[in-house]
Structures are given as structure tokens and as C-alpha cells.
């Protein structure tokens, strides 16, 4: 593998860009006109600009025209980070139609865990518990309301295509269900262009619970552990940690064992991360969904882990064995050492930056793709920059003061941040505590509306 395709923007863009330089592969970047100051486009050894597009996000998804950025770059490889493309089957087969190795799972991979009742039916097969619901999508609000009868209320409507946290809504009773139906679907079929929706019994008040594997191209799986995902806004993810805290030890085992038997039983390679929801009072577990891709979390697997994730990655889509990396097996990968958490700093509003200093110090790092005198396009995603801070020792209060440290040195100006949002819920007792649940931000409006962080530190860098 000589030069690399990266088929993203943003941080993931920077960060697979120094995966690929601390290999000696050389990486093209991306980007339509509209985006042509970004920082990842400085990131690779060359840049390729997209074709004039109306909307620059379809610039990122136009598979014709990326592939091509590809080919007359002389790329003999693509990687497509997360989001766009990631997951994306046709893509992926195209990528090897040109005679570049795409650095994820199979086409057939992509295609069974794009559709999330396909990927509930393997889970099924494999006696992984999933959470009760109709075995396929359902047509009709007629059917919908048929269906949630038997689960039981409250229910969720899910997009078979979704993803992202995208394409859900809570039903909690049968009045509201036809009219949310039919916005489910809708949102479905223009997100995802794929209409399906199916249901599931609402889990309440669960913690979000994901593992993340690595698979070879032989077929051997191993696993790096997992991370609680609980903290999240309208099931956008904001705060995670890895280990989950409070997690049982019999628990954590067969969630563990799950998501490797997920894995091997869908002839997958390359990195993947296996969800899970847990009712902690019960001790409960279902099986969710499987992303395909790298995760924007994968950093702070790779801090108690002491392995970079993307640099595997690349290693594995070029031949490498698990064994030949010396991740043979689980004794080989080890334990978690310590606690890590990520904040993701996301713009809240438009504007230009007129001020931007990330955190830095021992146990302190920062992915991202900000800088002072950029005008972000407010056509993509907001996340600005990950705070990623670990701690190889200690309790785990004293890991989310030290985020929480972290996050009040960030200083960013021009743009509106949820900076004073984070810096609040790192305050929260259930999370000092490690017993956040899903429903946290929901059940605590007040987070949401919190001030920026303020004091001698940011008036020295403003």
C-alpha cells in the first residue's frame, strides 16, 4: 500500500492521515470548493479538489467522482473514516472495481448491518439477546399499531437503514403512534433512502453499552473492551468512557463474548463496534446494532488500550494477521489500563473563529479540526474537535475532574460551543458516580442551557 484515499473530512481526515504518514503511506485528501479551507486538506502528502457541487455535503457522497479522486490521484487505496461513505456497500465495490483496497468490512458486511433488521435476525441465529420486537419492517401505521400491541407500549420506531443515532422516535402511547409512523418513515426514506421502519420495545432508562473488535482477514476476532456510551443528546453520543464503570464482571464477560460471536458469525475484517443497551437493574443486555467503520470514540479504546486503532486498520486491509501484530488473542491484547474519557466539542451556532487553544498537558489529547480565522460551512456536522483525556491509574471521579479540567482550558471564540454544556455535565453526580444512563440529558434540561466555562485561564488565552 503506497498512498491512500481519504474519503472524509474534518478530524478523521487529519487522523487517518497520520496514521498513514507514521506507516510511510502517503495520503490524498478531499474536498469540494466550499470546504477548501478546512484543515484536513493540508493534512496529506497531495489534496484533490471535488467537483463544483450545489450542496457540499453531496460532494462527499458523490461515489462517482470520489472514486475517480482516487484513481487519477493513483491511490491503490481508500479509507472512509466514519459517516459519507463508511458504510456504504455500492462504495466499497467500487473502490475495488478501480483497483483500490477499501480499509473496512466486506461489501456483504456493510449491506448486513446497513439494514438493522437484517443484523437483529444474525443475532438471533447466534442466541445474542436482542430487544423485543417485529422480526421485519412493518408497511403500514395500521401494521405499527398491530405490532406495538403485542410489545407492549412504549416502543421505539426504528429506520432499518439508520444510524447515527438518525431515524428513531419514542412512542409511548397508541394515539401518537399512526402520526409518528408516518414522520419516521418519511425522515426515513429521505435520510437513508430506504423507507423501511421496524419496532422495538422501548428499553428505559438503559446505559449504552458498545465493544470494539478487530477482525483479520483470516476470520480471527479479538475485542479491546468496551465503552459506556450512555451520555447522549436526542441519541447523539456527547460524553464516553472507556472501561464502562460499574459494570459486573459476569456482565462484562458475556457482553464481551457476544460481540465476538456477532463478528465471527458475519465473516467480517477491519474494525467494527458491537452496541448493546443494559438494564442495570436486571442485568439485562440486548444486542442493538453493528457499526462497520471506525468510531468517532475510538480514541479512548486506544488510550487504555495502548494500540492505535487506525494504524491497525491499515495493517489489516493490507494482509497482516492479528497474530503478526501480536493480537493474537485476548492474553496477547491485555487489560484496560486506567480510564479514559472523550468530550465532543461540537459549534452550537455560525460565525467565524476569532480565538481557538486547545488543552494540552500529561494525559491530554485533542483530534481536531478547528483554528483560528475559519468559518465553518454550517452544512456539516458540527463536531469541532474530541477532548480525550486518560488517566493510567486512579478512581474514576478523579478521571472525569481531570476531563473536566481539560474541557475548561478550551477556549474557542466566534463561534457558540457547548463547552459550558460539557463542562456542566462533568459536574453531574451520575456521572462523577459512573451511573449515567440514556436519559440524563433528558431528564436534566437545565445541562443543556449551561454557560460557557469562564475564568483566569481563559482570559489569559482569549
Same mark, same amino acid.
Given at each position: ?8 473530512? /474534518? ?43 450545489? $450542496?457540499? @455535503?453531496?460532494?462527499?457522497? $458523490?461515489?462517482? *467522482? ?31 472495481? *478501480? ?43 395500521? $401494521? ?52 423501511? @421502519? ?68 458475519? $465473516?467480517?475484517?477491519?474494525? /467494527? ?69 472523550? *468530550? ?21 489529547? @485533542? ?59 462533568? *459536574? ?35
Amino acid at each position: 500500500m503506497q498512498r491512500v484515499l481519504i474519503a472524509n473530512r /474534518g478530524e478523521i481526515a487529519i487522523r487517518i492521515a497520520h496514521a498513514a504518514a507514521a506507516l510511510g503511506i502517503e495520503a490524498v485528501t478531499i474536498a469540494p470548493a466550499a470546504d477548501a479551507a478546512a484543515l484536513h486538506t493540508t493534512a496529506g502528502t497531495s489534496h484533490s479538489t471535488l467537483p463544483p457541487s450545489s $450542496d457540499p @455535503v453531496a460532494a462527499y457522497l $458523490d461515489i462517482d *467522482a470520489v472514486v475517480q479522486a482516487g484513481v487519477d490521484s493513483g491511490c491503490d487505496a481508500v479509507h472512509p473514516g466514519y459517516g459519507f461513505l463508511a458504510e456504504n456497500a455500492e462504495f466499497a465495490r467500487r473502490c475495488a472495481q *478501480a483497483g483500490m483496497t477499501f480499509i473496512g468490512p466486506s461489501p456483504e458486511a456493510l449491506e448486513l448491518f446497513g439494514n438493522k433488521v437484517h443484523a437483529r435476525e444474525l443475532a438471533t441465529r447466534l442466541d445474542i439477546p436482542i430487544v423485543p420486537g417485529t422480526a421485519a419492517a412493518v408497511s403500514t401505521a395500521d $401494521d405499527a399499531v398491530t405490532a406495538a400491541e403485542a410489545i407492549g407500549y412504549p416502543i421505539m420506531l426504528k429506520a432499518a437503514a439508520g444510524g447515527g443515532g438518525r431515524g428513531i422516535r419514542a412512542v409511548t402511547t397508541a394515539d401518537e403512534l399512526p402520526a409518528a409512523f408516518e414522520r419516521c418513515q418519511s425522515e426515513a426514506l429521505g435520510s437513508f433512502g430506504d423507507g423501511s @421502519v421496524f419496532l422495538e420495545r422501548l428499553v428505559v432508562d438503559p446505559r449504552h453499552i458498545e465493544v470494539q473488535v478487530m477482525a483479520d482477514n483470516t476470520g480471527h476476532v479479538v475485542h479491546f473492551f468496551e465503552r459506556d456510551c450512555s451520555i447522549q443528546i436526542r441519541n447523539q453520543k456527547v460524553v464516553e468512557v472507556a472501561p464502562a464503570p460499574n459494570l459486573k464482571p459476569e456482565l462484562r464477560s458475556r457482553i464481551l463474548a457476544d460481540a465476538i460471536t456477532l463478528v465471527s458469525g458475519a $465473516d467480517y475484517r477491519n474494525a /467494527g463496534t458491537v452496541e448493546f443497551l443494559v438494564e442495570p437493574s436486571t442485568g439485562e443486555y440486548f444486542f442493538i446494532e453493528c457499526n462497520p467503520r471506525i468510531q468517532v470514540e475510538h480514541t479512548i479504546t486506544e488510550q487504555i488500550m495502548g494500540v492505535d486503532l487506525v494504524q491497525t486498520q491499515f495493517r489489516v486491509a493490507m494482509g497482516e494477521t492479528l497474530e503478526a501484530l501480536n493480537m493474537g488473542d485476548q492474553g496477547a491484547i491485555g487489560e484496560p489500563r486506567g480510564w479514559a474519557l472523550q *468530550a465532543r466539542v461540537v459549534a452550537t451556532g455560525t460565525g467565524t473563529i476569532t480565538g481557538y487553544r486547545e488543552p494540552s498537558g500529561p494525559g491530554v489529547r @485533542v483530534d481536531g479540526s478547528g483554528y483560528a480565522g475559519w468559518t465553518p460551512p454550517p452544512q456539516f456536522d458540527p463536531l469541532m474537535a474530541k477532548v480525550i483525556v486518560s488517566t493510567p491509574s486512579g478512581t474514576f471521579d478523579a478521571a472525569v475532574d481531570h476531563a473536566r479540567r481539560a474541557v475548561q482550558r478550551f477556549h474557542i471564540a466566534g463561534v457558540s460551543t457547548n463547552l459550558g454544556q460539557l463542562d456542566a455535565i462533568l *459536574a453531574h453526580n451520575a456521572v462523577r458516580s459512573g451511573d449515567a444512563r440514556t436519559s440524563l440529558l433528558t431528564n436534566e434540561p437545565g445541562l443543556a442551557s449551561a454557560p460557557a466555562p469562564s475564568g483566569p485561564m481563559l482570559a489569559m488565552l482569549a
